[in-house]
């Protein structure tokens, strides 16, 4: 081969080997320009997005109501079957002659309506019976020169139930569950609304089962009393938690289809509560 044979050679494969950079380079610049591309499509709908958000709640502030400025729901007594509560409500605005309505209704019920009376400038308050363990829709209606209704709100059975325990779960001797039950410290921390209320400083928990369900049907563990160091008759500033435990087989955990705890307090009222997902989270975190 020749000197121009080489030199010929040689020139072809920089040419190939720039003309092969220059494909890379095109193809990593396309890449980057439709990387850009996906990225201002996806800010793009963030955007627009994010402003039928606001629009959205800029729309539900206005289609609010503010008749009200608070509703104050306050248990005045709490037994097996009913519930009392003193209701308080202050209101915004009032029209000449107006009357104030308190409406409650459970489930798809028809509303109950409780005429309110006023006892301050725009302050009104009722009194209202309800069915211990049910939970209700609730409003303000005023009528007169101004007939107005405020929102519709919640009122669940956790706000008025008494303060439930806190439950502890871990594996006994690789052969079996064990759940703790502890009495709610809020109560005696002062930390809850219903610290405030004494209602409530003399309903303790008397009685705990545990409902474990399979698929086939419901069984019902009992929980012993671990820990009960005073008679039950002292008040909330000076009484002690009462802890109760219980323990079941070691099982599949994805073979249980739920686990509740039926809780009986010593004034008769009775709360089931569904604790399948705090309980079935902590024993798969033990078992990993």
């Known amino acids: ?14 040419i190939f080997i720039l003309l092969w950079y220059i494909v890379v380079a095109v193809s990593e ?52 079957k009913e519930c009392v509560i003193d209701v308080d409500v202050q209101l915004s605005k009032l029209g000449k002659n107006g009357k104030v309505f308190f409406m409650y209704k459970e489930d798809s019920d028809k509303w109950n309506e ?23 829709d609730y409003k303000v209606v005023t009528s007169g020169a101004i007939s107005e209704s405020s929102d519709v709100q919640k009122l669940t059975k956790s706000d008025y139930m008494p303060e439930q325990p806190i439950f502890n779960s871990w594996i006994r001797d690789n052969r079996e569950y064990f759940i ?32 474990v369900n399979e698929g086939k049907k419901d069984t019902i563990y009992k929980a012993k009393l671990a820990e009960g160091l005073d008679d039950g008759k002292t008040n909330n500033s000076n009484r002690n938690q009462v802890n109760y435990e219980v323990s079941f087989p070691k099982r599949d955990i994805d073979d249980i289809i739920y686990i509740k705890a039926k809780l009986t307090y010593n004034n008769g009222v009775e709360y089931t509560k569904d604790i399948t997902e705090d309980i079935t989270m902590g024993l798969q975190d033990l078992e990993k």
Not at 1 to 7: E, H, R, V, W, Y
């Open 1 to 14: 081969m020749n000197k121009k044979d080489t030199m010929h050679l040689i020139f072809t494969i920089v």
């Open 29 to 80: 610049i396309n890449k980057n320009i439709e990387s850009c591309s996906n990225k201002l499509d996806y800010l793009s709908q963030e955007i627009m997005s994010t402003k039928s958000d606001i629009s959205n709640t800029i729309n539900e502030e206005m289609s609010k109501s503010y008749i009200t400025k608070s509703i104050d729901l306050k248990v005045k007594k709490i037994e097996k």
């Open 114 to 136: 409780t005429e309110m009376t006023k006892h301050g400038e725009l302050s009104y308050a009722c009194e209202i019976k309800i069915n211990t363990g049910s939970e209700y």
């Open 180 to 211: 703790e039950i502890v009495e709610n410290s809020n109560l005696f921390n002062h930390e809850s609304e219903k610290s405030k209320n004494k209602v409530y400083d003399n309903i303790r928990l008397e009685k705990v089962d545990i409902i």
